[in-house]
C-alpha cells in the first residue's frame, strides 16, 4: 500500500475491490449455468477481468476481502429467473456512480485510467450477448401483456359497475380472459407463419403466457375480495406494478426509457378501465338490467 494514497482515496479503492471481487464470482457462477458457449465465454471474459482488477486494488489496500454472499446470491438468482441479460446489466448500471469515483482516484492511481478503460468496453461486451431466446421474444410478450391489460382491464372495469357482483365479475373475467388468450396466441401463431417464420410455436406461446398471467393477476383481486369497488381498485393497482414491473425488465434488458413507456402503458389501461366503467353504468341505466 502507498503512503502517498490519500484516506479518501484509500477508502474508494477498498470499496471498489469489493465489488470487483463480488463481480468476478457472480459471473463465473452466471456462465456455469449459460448454455450457449459465445455467452458463456463472454462471462468468464468479464470475471477474469474483474478479478484482475480485485489484485490490482489489492496491491494498494494490502487486504485479501471475502466476497458478500447475499449479493452474489442474488445476482445469481436474477439470472435463473430473469435471464442472464438483466441480471448483469442490472449489476453494471452501478458502473455509471464508479466513474465519477474513478475520476477522482485517477489524480493519485495512474493505473485507475487503464482500469476504467476497460470497465467501459464491458459495455460494449454485454450488449453482444442480447441473444438470450427470452429477450427475442420480448415483443412477442408486450404484445400480449399489452393486449391483456388493456383489454382485460376495460372488461373487468365494466363488469364492476354493470354485475356489482366480485364472483359473477371473476367469472365473467376468466370467460373472456381464457377465451381472449387463446385468440391472442391462434393470431400470433398464423401471422408468424404467413411471414415464414419457423418459431412460430415459440412466438405464440410467449404471448399466451404472457397473457394468461395477466388475466389471473387481474382477475385475483374479484375472487379475494367481496365488495367490487374494493376490488377494482385493487384491480388498478395490480395494473400499475405489472406495468411498472415489466417495463423496468425491459428498460434494463433492452437499454429502454422507462418512465416515457410506463407513463404511455399505464396511461392507455387507466383510461380505458375509466371509460369502461363509465359504460358499465350507462348500459345498466338504459337497459334496466339489475343483478
Same mark, same amino acid.
Given at each position: ?6 484516506? @479518501? ?5 477498498? !470499496?471498489?475491490? =469489493? ?8 459471473? !463465473? ?8 458457449? @459465445? ?5 468468464? =471474459? ?5 478479478? $484482475? ?62 482500469? =476504467? %478503460? ?5 459495455? %460494449? ?71 415464414? =417464420? ?45 406495468? $411498472? ?47
Amino acid at each position: 500500500m502507498s503512503s502517498s494514497i490519500s484516506e @479518501k482515496a484509500l477508502a474508494v479503492i477498498k !470499496k471498489m475491490q =469489493r465489488n470487483e471481487l463480488d463481480e468476478s464470482i457472480i459471473y !463465473k457462477k452466471i456462465a456455469g449455468f449459460v448454455k450457449d458457449e @459465445k455467452n458463456k465465454q463472454t462471462l468468464l =471474459r468479464l470475471a477474469g477481468e474483474e478479478a $484482475a482488477h480485485c489484485q490490482v486494488w489489492e496491491g494498494y489496500t494490502g487486504i485479501r476481502m471475502k466476497p458478500r454472499r447475499g449479493k452474489v446470491f442474488w445476482y445469481t438468482f436474477l439470472a435463473r429467473f430473469l435471464g442472464f441479460t438483466f441480471a448483469v446489466k442490472l449489476m453494471e448500471r452501478g458502473e455509471g456512480n464508479a466513474q465519477e469515483e474513478y475520476a477522482l482516484l485517477a489524480q493519485e492511481v495512474e493505473e485507475s485510467v487503464h482500469i =476504467r %478503460q476497460q470497465e467501459e468496453e464491458h459495455e %460494449q461486451a454485454l450488449l453482444a450477448m442480447l441473444d438470450e431466446e427470452s429477450l427475442q421474444y420480448v415483443g412477442s410478450m408486450v404484445l400480449g401483456l399489452n393486449d391483456a391489460l388493456v383489454e382485460l382491464t376495460g372488461s373487468l372495469a365494466g363488469f364492476a359497475f354493470a354485475l356489482q357482483n366480485t364472483r359473477l365479475i371473476a367469472l365473467s373475467g376468466l370467460i373472456v380472459g381464457i377465451s381472449a388468450t387463446f385468440s391472442m396466441a391462434s393470431s400470433e401463431f398464423l401471422s408468424a407463419r404467413s411471414e415464414g =417464420r419457423t418459431d412460430a410455436l415459440k412466438s405464440c406461446t410467449y404471448t399466451g403466457v404472457a397473457y394468461l398471467v395477466a388475466v389471473v393477476l387481474l382477475v385475483l383481486p374479484y375472487l379475494l375480495l367481496s365488495r367490487y369497488m374494493y376490488a377494482l381498485l385493487c384491480m388498478l393497482l395490480v395494473v400499475v406494478v405489472i406495468i $411498472a414491473g415489466f417495463t423496468y425488465y425491459t428498460s434494463v434488458a433492452q437499454d429502454q426509457p422507462f418512465f416515457k413507456r410506463f407513463g404511455e402503458m399505464a396511461l392507455i389501461s387507466i383510461s380505458v378501465a375509466v371509460l369502461s366503467f363509465v359504460v358499465g353504468i350507462l348500459a345498466k341505466k338504459f337497459l334496466g338490467v339489475d343483478l
